[in-house]
């Protein structure tokens, strides 16, 4: 059990997301923090085309540098969190979301987890019913007296 | 009976899974061997789109250019995307240098150093009529780019036709090619 408790704890551990930031230098934060959140938030949205699963605030690539310096004069030029990702998606399709928007392509995508376990469900109600048709039979008074008998060996 | 054909289901329902993903992950493969798949191809939404506003300067041994130049063309453009310090970029050269023959190039240099330019077309030919240079990158983000070298095809008016994420091989070019006729 407390080995059980530790590997426990230690999945947790493991599903913590983990910071990493991609920023090479302060320069390229923003003198306001709160406009640098917001461009750290949008950052964290925004794949990174050279590397593809990481996002830009992690990425140390060339390009991604260059998108973190877009997000934030943006961010300074007064556009909308939703502005600056529509400009993203403009230039660059919805490939560079992270979190792919539901259209009528990405469906299935966003109703799999659902899908999944209707079809769990279904299995499951199927067996289960199935089992109900077995019959069970009570032990007789010997049996049981057999069974008891047997125990105690 | 029925219990039978119902457990044989069962049963191959997890062989039927592994066998459609077999399947899947064989097509996609064979895709990648045969070229018509990539997985890191990018495809951005700029087909049938104009082109930015955008002026680059000028790169020696040629004259930079703008929007309003490439809109006032007659015949189709290719914008080409390149830096010497990109080895795909040497290795597209030839290809370039064959394309031009048949429809003019335009190279924009992205963040490279105008001497270095020049050197790397000395050594290398130059299928370039136009030359411009982006040492900061800015205007290729706004052409959507994601590496180099990237193809653009701008027809007059200054609408894109196409465009290619990779270095142009024999291929791909005449899938260009195909388009302008």
Redesign the interface.
């Known amino acids: 059990m407390r080995y059980l408790t530790i590997l426990f704890l230690f999945c947790i551990g493991l599903s913590t997301p983990h910071l990493s930031f991609g920023i090479d230098s302060p320069d390229e934060m923003l003198k306001n923090t709160q406009q640098e959140q917001r461009a750290q938030h949008l950052g964290s949205q925004l794949r990174c085309l050279v590397c593809q699963n990481e996002s830009i605030e992690d990425s140390s690539a060339d390009l991604a540098k260059d998108l973190r310096k877009v997000v934030r004069q943006r961010i300074v030029a007064g556009d909308t969190d939703s502005q600056v990702m529509q400009w993203m998606v403009d230039h660059y399709g919805n490939f560079i979301r992270l979190k792919p928007p539901f259209t009528f392509t990405t469906a299935l995508l966003w109703f799999m987890p659902i899908l999944a376990l209707g079809i769990g469900c279904m299995i499951a109600f199927v067996t289960l019913r199935k089992n109900k048709n077995t019959v069970t039979t009570e032990l007789s008074k010997e049996e049981r007296q057999r069974l008891a008998k047997l125990m105690k060996e | 009976m029925k219990q039978i054909t119902?457990r044989r289901l069962l049963w191959s329902l997890p062989f039927a899974t592994a066998a459609v993903a077999g399947g899947g992950f064989f097509s996609m493969l064979s895709g990648l061997r045969k070229g018509n798949f990539d997985p890191?191809e990018?495809?951005?939404?700029v087909i049938n789109k104009p082109i930015p506003s955008f002026s680059v300067a000028s790169q020696p041994p040629s004259t930079g250019f703008n929007q309003q130049e490439l809109q006032q063309q007659t015949k189709p453009i290719l914008i080409n995307f390149f830096a010497s310090w990109c080895i795909p970029c040497l290795r597209e050269m030839g290809v370039l240098q064959q394309l031009s023959s048949h429809i003019g190039i335009w190279g924009i240099a992205y963040?490279d150093k105008p001497d270095a330019v020049s050197g790397f077309l000395q050594r290398n030919g130059n299928p370039y009529q136009r030359i411009g240079q982006d040492p900061e990158?800015?205007i290729s983000?706004?052409w959507?780019l994601?590496?180099v070298p990237e193809s653009f095809l701008v027809m007059p008016g200054g609408i894109i036709k196409w465009h290619y994420p990779k270095p142009l091989t024999v291929t791909s070019t005449q899938t260009l090619l195909s388009l302008l006729q």
């Open positions: 119902r890191r990018i495809n951005i939404p963040k990158g800015n983000i706004d959507g994601s590496g």
